[in-house]
């Protein structure tokens, strides 16, 4: 049973460009949430789709935006990165269906905004 | 707007004693959950707490609820060093899809 696949594992860009991450849901689930975890903090919520729509969002511009598949695979894009943008970002899966269930984890993209 | 606070921030605590680490949250909530995070490594699903009073256990962890007061409490017992790790509880907004984080307990075990 696959669990939460995230590509790449690492990545360098430097201010001002643009960046794609990607993720797999664990087999069976249907909605895709994205974290941003910085250094030493814990993971911020930066929204969240299910049924390839934006179900929920945390507080974060609109630098940040995303997509989901109709086989439930999502991308987060970040435009016009700033140095803050360094982060760890954290794919989880979970089931729509509820709101209570289970968030699995992917493995992250480490991001170095240079 | 929600937020979630745990403590203590660090712990360093011996092989065999126990601890609890506490987790406040400032506004309805009935859904929390406990995370595990090694360095450099993603989250691990530790436990799901639904409702008011629930408690799950295991092996040395055991997790509690109470939506009255708005905390949750992990317990440690008799520690031991593969426990050492930061710990993170969750808490899922009313009438949201958005978990919030607490700040995490960092956790180290001395043998």
């Known amino acids: 049973d696959a669990g939460v696949t995230q590509s790449p594992t690492h990545l360098i860009k430097t201010r001002g460009q643009q960046v794609t991450l990607r993720c797999s849901p664990k087999?069976?689930?249907?909605?895709v949430s994205w974290y941003q975890q910085a250094l030493g903090q814990g993971p911020q919520f930066i929204f969240q789709?299910?049924?390839?729509?934006?179900?929920q969002r945390g507080n974060f511009p609109d630098r940040f935006s995303g997509h989901q598949f109709p086989n439930y695979s999502s991308e987060l894009n970040v435009n016009a990165l700033l140095l803050g943008d360094s982060a760890l970002y954290l794919c989880?899966?979970?089931?729509?269906?509820?709101?209570?269930?289970?968030?699995?984890f992917g493995p992250g993209t480490r991001l170095t905004v240079l | 707007e929600l937020k979630v606070e745990q403590n203590p921030l660090f712990l360093s605590m011996q092989e065999g004693k126990n601890y609890t680490i506490y987790c406040n949250y400032s506004?309805?909530?009935?859904?929390l959950y406990w995370y595990r995070q090694d360095p450099g490594k993603s989250l691990e699903s530790l436990f799901v707490?639904?409702?008011?009073?629930a408690v799950k256990q295991e092996g040395r962890l055991m997790a509690s609820l109470d939506t009255k007061a708005r905390l949750s409490t992990l317990h440690i017992t008799a520690a031991v060093h593969d426990l050492s790790a930061t710990y993170f509880c969750?808490?899922?907004?009313?009438?949201?899809?958005?978990?919030?984080f607490g700040t995490g307990t960092r956790l180290k075990v001395l043998a």
């Open positions: 989880a899966s979970s089931l729509g269906g509820r709101r209570s269930d289970e968030q699995f």
């Open positions: 087999s069976g689930h249907d909605t």
């Open positions: 789709y299910y049924e390839e729509e934006e179900r």
């Open positions: 506004t309805t909530s009935d859904r």
């Open positions: 707490l639904l409702s008011n009073g």
């Open positions: 969750a808490v899922l907004a009313s009438g949201t899809y958005k978990y919030i």
